[in-house]
Each structure stands twice: as C-alpha cells, then as structure tokens.
C-alpha cells in the first residue's frame, strides 16, 4: 500500500521506487471495508451528512462523500464556494452567504443544477439531516464533471456540493499576531468572487504560520490595505472611527457587512465616533489604535502585533472586544431575519 513520504524519503529512493508495487483493489467492496475501517477507528465522524448534486441526495456515509475526479472544480478550479455557521441550532446569515455564492458563481461563468430556493431548501434540509446544532455548512458550485478539458463544454450539467461540518468555535478572545503578506494577492476580478483557487491564501496563511504568527494582511498594488487569507480586517482610530477597507478589490465578507450594520448602535451609545469603508495606507493603518479580523467563525479576532509592533497599546482593544460581543450575540441570539432556525 502506498505510505507518505518525506521529500528527503523521495529524495534519497535508492531503489529507484523498483521495489514499490502498487495495490489493485480487486472488487468496490475491498475498497470500500478499506475506506470504513478508516472511519470507524473510533474518532467521532466530523462529517455527518454531504449533499451531492451528482448523486441525486444527501449522503450519510463518509466514504461515500466524494466529488468525480473529471469534475472541472478538482482538475482546473472551475469551483465557487461560500459557508454558512450552524450556531445553537440555526443558521446564520444564510441569505447573505447565499447571494454571494451566486454572485461568484455568474462571475465564474457557472451556472446552478437548480434555481436559488432549491438550493437555499437542500442546504436547510442537509442542516436537519446532519443533526449538527454547532459546525458549518459548505457548499460549492462546479462545471461539473465530464472530462479533463480546460474548458466545461464537455461537462453536460454543473454540479452542487454541500456538506455539514461539527465544529466548535468560540468567541475569539486573546490577541493574535499578524505579519504583511509576501505572497501577492489575487487580482480584484478573482479576489472579489469566492471561487476555490485558494492556493495564494494557503499560502499567505502558511508563511505567517512559519513566521509565529496567526495569519497575514496583504496590502494591494496601489500601497492600501486589502484583507487577510480568510478573513476581513478592520481598524479603529485613535479619533474612535471604525474603518474597513473597501471591498473593490477584495472579498465582500458577509461577517464584515454585518458589522457596519451593527457598530452604528457604538455611534448611538457615543463610544465610536463613526463607521465607514476606506482606503487605509500600511502607515495610516499600522498607527491605528485597535486592529482585528472580521470573519465567519471568528467572528471578531483581536490583533495586537503587526510585523513586531505593537497595535495600539499592545493589548486587546475595548472597541474590538464590544464589537465582537454585538456580533456574537446576533450570532447566538439575533433577530430571525438573521438566523433561521433548522427544521431537525
Ligand atoms: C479571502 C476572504 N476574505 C474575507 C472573508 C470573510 O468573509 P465572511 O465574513 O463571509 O466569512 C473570507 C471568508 O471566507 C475570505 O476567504
């Protein structure tokens, strides 16, 4: 059976590989005792049930939740996704996520297997199914399978995948570190649509990892912040505006969207002198007296450090923690225009 190596493994192949005989499984029920005893090793199943397009149905069966190796989405990128949080039994902004998935998706040049309300009910039917009270739906919109060309005419129809994921996220509160990213960032075509060509944010969020740090910002061409890996980024002045940068040349998060709806009530209350979308410089941004990233799960992560110097005073802002507070409670108990509950 095939083992993994380390790359010193394959350098150092004195056999030159001669000796490596590959397995052929002789029937699908081999394979598939092979790939149960893989499941069943006693960890709990993280994965409860996946939606497939392809197969017509929702799946229980972890071995069975596969996407075909023809399709366009795993062989050329083809692919758009979006998420949505399972929070105490409903979803959260499942609308918002939605119309940004198919706004990547036309931009992609995808088209859907099914209108947006057959959709929206699959994913709220997956959610009941998975019986998953805390984790996240994901979903993606591919050409489709049907050949290995680069382009999907050969693909007769695009396919719909979703999955529900257990996860237990908590609201952020420790001080992260981050540095400026050396990958450079997508272009605003594909940054501003959530398409599977993530290979610059794995790794961005890699070389932060490398360098002790949670995760990078990447600043744009024209010098003005942009955002992280996963995740917007936000400030606070010390004059106690909140700024985000604009969402021309990134991606529009739906977390972040929220925020500015939400942080007006900090205006109301005088603790927050305004709200505003902006161009930021690294400078401008770096001297800023509170610093976070803004994101599905998080939803709000503190940042103390930037490329070894301290944000602010160097501690968990008080604006950052109350604006993490009024998203998490309209994550846990916000209105129902915001949160559906899952029909389990
Ligand atoms: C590149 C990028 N920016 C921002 C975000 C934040 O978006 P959201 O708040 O919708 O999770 C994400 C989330 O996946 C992302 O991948």
Redesign the pocket.
């Known amino acids: 059976m095939a083992t993994n190596h380390s790359s010193s493994d394959l350098n150092s192949d004195v056999n030159n590989g001669e000796d490596f005989r590959v397995h052929v499984f002789s029937s699908s029920s081999e394979l598939l005792e092979k790939l149960h005893e893989k499941w069943n090793s006693g960890k709990e199943q993280p994965y409860p049930a996946m939606y497939s397009s392809v197969f017509g149905g929702i799946i229980l069966d972890p071995v069975m939740m596969v996407i075909p190796v023809d399709d366009h989405m795993v062989h050329r990128g083809h692919g758009v996704f979006?998420?949505a949080i399972i929070l105490d039994g409903h979803l959260y902004e499942l609308d918002v996520?939605l119309d940004?998935f198919l706004r990547s998706a036309s931009n992609a040049k995808i088209s859907s297997p099914f209108p947006r309300s057959t959709l929206r009910t699959i994913l709220i039917q997956l959610a009941a199914t998975s019986q998953c009270r805390k984790g996240t739906l994901r979903y993606w919109l591919s050409a489709g399978p049907g050949d290995f060309l680069l382009t999907p005419g050969g693909c007769p129809t695009p396919a719909f995948y979703a999955i529900a994921i257990k996860e237990d996220f908590l609201q952020c509160k420790e001080g992260m570190k981050v540095i400026t990213s050396n990958i450079p960032m997508k272009q605003p075509q594909f940054?501003t649509m959530?398409n599977v060509n993530?290979l610059p944010?794995v790794l961005s969020k890699m070389e932060a990892e490398e360098k002790g740090a949670f995760a990078s910002i990447w600043v744009d061409d024209e010098g003005f912040i942009a955002?992280?890996?996963?995740?917007?980024v936000a400030f606070i002045t010390h004059d106690k505006e909140l700024i985000l940068p604009l969402f021309d040349k990134?991606?529009?998060?739906?977390?972040?969207?929220r925020l500015l709806e939400l942080a007006t009530k900090l205006v109301e209350q005088g603790r927050l002198k305004s709200v505003k979308t902006g161009n930021l410089t690294v400078g401008e941004a770096k001297s800023a007296a509170e610093m976070m990233y803004?994101?599905?799960?998080l939803?709000i992560l503190p940042i103390i450090m930037w490329d070894d110097n301290p944000i602010g005073d160097g501690k968990v802002g008080e604006l950052t923690m109350a604006l993490s507070d009024l998203l998490w409670d309209d994550m846990v108990a916000g209105p129902e225009t915001h949160r559906l509950p899952v029909p389990y």
């Open positions: 979006d998420t996520h940004r940054a959530k993530y944010n955002e992280g890996p996963n995740m917007n990134i991606l529009g998060g739906c977390t972040a969207l803004v994101g599905s799960t939803p």
